[in-house]
């Protein structure tokens, strides 16, 4: 699968089969882990809370003293994880609120000085990697808590009004480029401590109050650092250098629809999802999606070609919610028997229409296609118009029961398919064609 989308300058000094080739491990993995924890655990209310809230560095800072995550046990983090068919797994290393969860020398606003006195980072890299899960660091451009970094309209201490005088008045004294540094600084350090890292997932940049945007953030120098000291490892595209040569691997759309998701096809990308709407632990969230709703976000993110990235949100106890193992033992219920359908598999060969009510993938290694009942046909037959002659064998894909082919109905172009009346017992059954 040569991955669409690049073009050879984009691409700098690595062609098209070299890129496919050093994602290959991530475009197969298709289902990972994203973990958001920090601080911001302890209000419980939105890992923006100190933004929302604009709450000041000094008030924030009964959080960073109550930090105690007695409970925090990666390995039990890991098993979950792998028990739902997540293959990779991306850390909040540093959110905006600044707060570092590894031993940085760069910094004393980690975690090994609060009463957690653990390098957070390194007990979780060497959990998942013991799974056999891949490694991600999200690292935080954003930064409420460093003196140098330029308040402007995502800062806490944001101005109401577009007042340069007065923002020029509030970040005298800040120089950014010893921002750069320090982010520069621990990217390496991420990068140097902690064995063979996966994945860098940066996070986000925008046009500053000057408008420079990357420059803001060193990106150019950054991501050459990134790949000189991890030379496989995979990139997002919120460093800002999406013209840039090799600056980008893949695309990001957050917390979108499956329809929206449709127009992505055809390119490289990982949507990235909350359960509920926030991404770090929010006590009173009840808007949490489905077990269906899930599974609908990760076959339709393969069935046009894409990644799901499903976020978790611990607690300040270091642990994952009820609400969440609840979530995430459905999911490994349906991936324990259908995983075959979403690894290794992509959108289906154009010839190859989703029948009403169903999502197609096709695992491009095997060469089988998966029908995905989204809504199960209750009159005894399923019709795949076009199929005729392309399919010689039909079964469920939980528990490999023959469905058989109905000869008599299956006239033209269609291959009639007959159905048990009563649906199996999974959310979305999927019928597996070996094809001809
Ligand atoms: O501001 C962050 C947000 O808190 C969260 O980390 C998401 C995850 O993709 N990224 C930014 C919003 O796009």
Not at 50 to 55: G, L, M, P, S, W
Not at 123 to 150: C, M, N, Q
Not at 222 to 240: E, T
Request: with cysteine.
């Amino acid at each position: 699968l040569t991955l669409p989308g690049f073009t050879q300058k984009r691409l700098g000094n690595e062609t098209a089969a070299q890129k496919t080739k050093r994602m290959e491990w991530w475009t197969d993995a298709r289902f990972g882990m994203f973990i958001h924890w920090g601080l911001y655990a302890l209000p419980a209310r939105h890992e923006w809370v100190k933004n929302r809230e604009r709450i000041t560095t000094a008030d924030y800072q009964k959080y960073f003293d109550q930090f105690n995550p007695d409970q925090f046990d990666p390995k039990k983090w890991a098993k979950e994880a792998k028990n739902a068919g997540m293959k990779y797994a991306v850390l909040t290393t540093k959110h905006h609120e600044g707060f570092v969860l590894f031993d940085s020398k760069y910094t004393d606003y980690k975690a090994t000085n609060t009463q957690a006195k653990r390098d957070l980072v390194k007990e979780f890299v060497d959990a998942f990697r013991a799974e056999g899960i891949k490694i991600g660091f999200y690292y935080s451009l954003i930064d409420w808590h460093h003196p140098d970094f330029t308040i402007d309209v995502m800062h806490p201490q944001r101005l109401d009004k577009n007042d340069d005088n007065a923002y020029a008045e509030l970040n005298k004294g800040k120089n950014m480029a010893k921002y750069r540094k320090y982010m520069y600084n621990q990217v390496t350090e991420l990068l140097t401590k902690y064995g063979k890292i996966d994945i860098l997932w940066a996070d986000f940049s925008y046009p500053g109050k000057n408008g420079k945007g990357r420059d803001d953030w060193g990106s150019v120098e950054l991501l050459k650092q990134i790949r000189k000291l991890q030379p496989g490892i995979i990139v997002d595209n919120r460093l800002d250098l999406n013209d840039y040569e090799d600056g980008t691997d893949f695309e990001t759309p957050e917390q979108v629809g499956p329809k929206e998701l449709e127009k992505y096809r055809g390119k490289v990308w990982e949507t990235c999802q909350t359960f509920s709407g926030s991404w770090g632990y929010h006590r009173e969230e009840n808007t949490w999606k489905s077990n269906k709703k899930l599974l609908d976000l990760l076959i339709t993110s393969v069935a046009n070609g894409g990644n799901l990235l499903l976020n978790v949100g611990p607690t300040a106890r270091g642990e994952f919610d009820n609400r969440a193992n609840i979530a995430l033992d459905s999911l490994s219920l349906w991936m324990h028997a259908n995983s075959k359908s979403i690894y290794h598999c992509t959108f289906a060969p154009a010839e190859f229409k989703a029948p009403e009510g169903a999502k197609l993938t096709y695992n491009k290694d095997t060469k089988k296609l998966y029908v995905h009942l989204f809504e199960y046909p209750n009159t005894g037959y399923i019709t795949l118009d076009g199929y005729k002659d392309k399919a010689k064998y039909a079964q469920f894909l939980h528990d490999n029961s023959e469905i058989q082919i109905d000869t008599q109905k299956s006239t033209g172009s269609d291959l009639v398919l007959k159905l048990p009346k009563k649906k199996p017992d999974f959310e979305i059954p999927v019928i597996e064609l070996t094809l001809n």
